[in-house]
């Protein structure tokens, strides 16, 4: 699975169980076999078991009560030098909810805090990595700033960012991968951007997106939300590996045993070499982006886009409607996601 020994300094003692998290949250992470969501077992960076999860069901202090916490949609497990988080909200098919993106800079914020994190894998359960925003939520100035500081917190974090793909990836899900440092896609994983046909833009993901892609590319697949593969993902420069047939696991083996052999400061440093433009472009366009992001989401297009997404029919845009003295439909169906066909297609802020 690697090129050498996987060593990790003084994190190689093999014990795995009940290992507390920065924040005080404890883990159970076996040192080997394959684990619920699939992920890597050499390179000991996923967990089985409820790993991670709050206590569900137990008496609640003082009282015969019972108190039942709510399932967390991130689920944070360490191992060997590597805290995996992993998207489980398949409900939705981990879209970027309010919820999600909370726990989600909460969990990483942990892992910049803890000395024994070298890097942190991103990944997911389920077939689907991102669908997109979720379209349940009402559109927000704070929904969209929540997830420019998301994008953010992965850029600037010192510790590298990995992601691990398996599955369909839309909309916002890109500007999580375009945020992280490296990442691989494996069998099953396909990629959508879906604005520009629910009358929105990629606007904020841009930022990390953009300096990744070449242009000849990002305008083919902005404006016409094609689906592309892992292969071409990999070309255009999306994805930094593609395991077309395989599930990342192998690939990304001997990336992460490279990662555990760096310094905390070694990584830390050479990593805001390769961010610094990035993180200037968070600074100088961050505002405004979300400020047409917002304006984007709150238009009447947006919302018969949306509509029409959710309600499996083509879109009768503004103006068509007009010359045929009709109208868009009045919004978007409370209770609905991101999620819709079998690539769940979606949106980003």
């Known amino acids: 699975m690697t090129d050498g020994p996987m060593t990790d300094g003084p994190m190689t003692d093999g014990s795995t169980t009940d290992r507390p998290l920065a924040d005080g949250r404890k ?3 076996p040192a080997t076999g394959d684990s619920a969501t699939g992920g890597p077992t050499a390179g000991g960076s996923l967990s089985g078991g409820s790993a991670g999860r709050l206590p569900i069901g137990e008496p609640a ?7 039942r916490a709510p399932l967390p949609l991130v689920r944070a497990t360490f191992a060997r030098g590597i805290a995996t988080l992993t998207l489980d909200s398949p409900h939705n098919r981990n879209a970027l909810s309010a919820r999600l993106v909370a726990e989600l800079r909460e969990a990483l914020a942990a892992a910049g805090r803890d000395d024994r994190v070298r890097a942190v894998l991103l990944t997911h359960t389920g077939t689907t990595f991102c669908a997109g925003a979720d379209l349940s939520e009402p559109p927000s100035a704070s ?3 929540g997830l420019v500081a998301l994008l953010r917190s992965i850029v600037e974090l010192p510790k590298p960012v990995v992601a691990r793909v398996t599955g369909h990836v839309r909309a916002g899900g890109l500007g999580l991968l ?12 396909s990629f959508a951007f879906t604005e520009a046909r629910l009358g929105l833009a990629p606007a904020v993901i841009s930022i990390p997106l953009l300096p990744r892609l070449g242009r000849r590319a990002a305008a083919r697949y902005y404006l016409t939300g094609e689906r592309f593969d892992a ?3 990999a070309r255009i420069g999306l994805v930094t590996i593609a395991d077309p047939e395989g599930d990342a696991d192998e690939a990304l083996a001997p990336v992460l045993d490279g990662l555990r052999r760096g310094s905390p400061q070694g990584l830390a440093e050479s990593k ?3 961010t610094a433009d990035v993180l200037g472009a968070f600074d100088r366009d961050g505002e405004p982006l979300a400020a047409l992001s917002a304006r984007l989401f709150a238009s ?3 919302r018969e886009g949306m509509t029409a997404f959710l309600e499996r029919r083509e879109p009768v845009w503004i103006r068509e409607a007009a010359d045929a003295g009709a109208g868009p439909s009045a919004g978007v169906a409370p209770g609905t996601t991101a999620a819709g066909d079998t690539g769940a297609a979606g949106a980003s802020r």
């Open 178 to 189: 375009g945020a992280c440092d490296i990442s691989a896609a494996g069998r099953g994983a």
């Open 231 to 233: 292969a071409e993902a």
């Open 27 to 29: 883990t159970d992470v």
């Open 143 to 145: 929904g969209t700033s």
């Open 272 to 274: 805001r070499l390769v």
């Open 61 to 67: 202090t003082g009282g015969s009560s019972t108190f």
């Open 300 to 302: 009447e297009e947006a």
